[in-house]
């Protein structure tokens, strides 16, 4: 048809993982200004694969031109804090590490005195800290030491204030229960979709916003979940995460990381491998 003009070519939006460093400072300076937010101990490609989802979203194409869209909008911050602090979980994520847990490190917490205190840090929207609940009130079942389980205290921590009000709201699509055992589904969970946890479940298991970076581990644990969390760190922070989990850590204390993360610098020789594929480890009595 005449007289009509022909759209311009398709053009594909190309992620932004290298280049235009000096817009990306000016960005990440603005984020932390604005909201506190430190992106500097982030690997850099991650940070930037991160804020290309939003800048995807919005139709943005530099650093420059979004930086633009959060003074116009600041609404978008809170999208864009969601996306930087995402952490995909799943009720018993790689189950084979829960039945080591289980195994290898349950019994040792009940054997010891006191309280048995769990931090599952970068906790989202709680999946692990109920998995954990439902691994040792089962675990107390079995063997006949549910009186017992008033010494339980887990923590879930997480910088991101969405993911924690879900946490404590304890309602969960199908997907968070995809690699849950069809028993353990019936046993804790109701009806659903959405399913919602069972309050015998939640006893005991509480949510509160911490910044892995900014904010001291709190003393006395024993047992320490940082699946999946460190990765995202550059080298320096890893290591000073893992030397705050270890004097976070009672003597014989447990700390449990995700499948592609390991010890580095100093915490190899601080922990004793309690399962190296588990990546379980053990800071010695």
């Not at 604005?34 to 101990?41: A, I, K, L, M, W």
Request: aromatic letters at 10%.
């Amino acid at each position: 048809m005449s007289g009509l003009t022909p759209p311009p070519p398709y053009v594909p939006f190309a992620l932004p993982l290298e280049g235009d460093d000096e817009e990306l400072e000016k960005l990440k300076r603005k984020i932390e200004r604005d909201r506190g937010f430190n992106c500097s101990f982030y690997k850099d490609k991650c940070l930037r694969r991160r804020i290309a989802v939003r800048m995807r979203a919005r139709g943005r194409t530099s650093f420059a031109e979004y930086s633009s869209l959060l003074e116009q909008e600041p609404g978008e911050y809170d999208h864009l804090l969601d996306t930087l602090t995402i952490n995909v979980t799943k009720f018993f994520r790689n189950l084979e590490t829960w039945e080591a847990v289980e195994a290898q490190v349950v019994p040792h917490l009940f054997a010891a005195k006191g309280p048995i205190r769990v931090w599952s840090a970068g906790s989202a929207s709680g999946e692990e800290a109920y998995t954990v609940s439902i691994l040792l009130r089962e675990w107390a079942e079995k063997h006949r030491r549910t009186a017992e389980l008033d010494r339980v205290e887990i923590v879930g921590t997480d910088i991101d204030r969405r993911s924690l009000e879900n946490a404590a709201r304890g309602v969960y699509p199908d997907l968070s229960l995809a690699e849950t055992p069809a028993r353990v589904r019936e046993r804790w969970f109701g009806d659903g979709p959405p399913f919602r946890i069972r309050p015998e479940a939640q006893r005991g298991v509480s949510f509160t916003r911490r910044d892995l970076i900014s904010e001291r581990a709190e003393a006395g644990q024993s047992l320490i979940f940082c699946r999946n969390v460190v990765i995202y760190f550059d080298r320096e922070i890893q290591e000073r995460l893992f030397k705050d989990f270890y004097d976070a850590l009672v003597p014989g204390g447990f700390l449990v990381l995700g499948k592609v993360e390991t010890l580095i610098g100093v915490a190899r020789t601080l922990f004793r491998p309690v399962n190296n594929r588990e990546r379980i480890f053990q800071k010695p009595a």
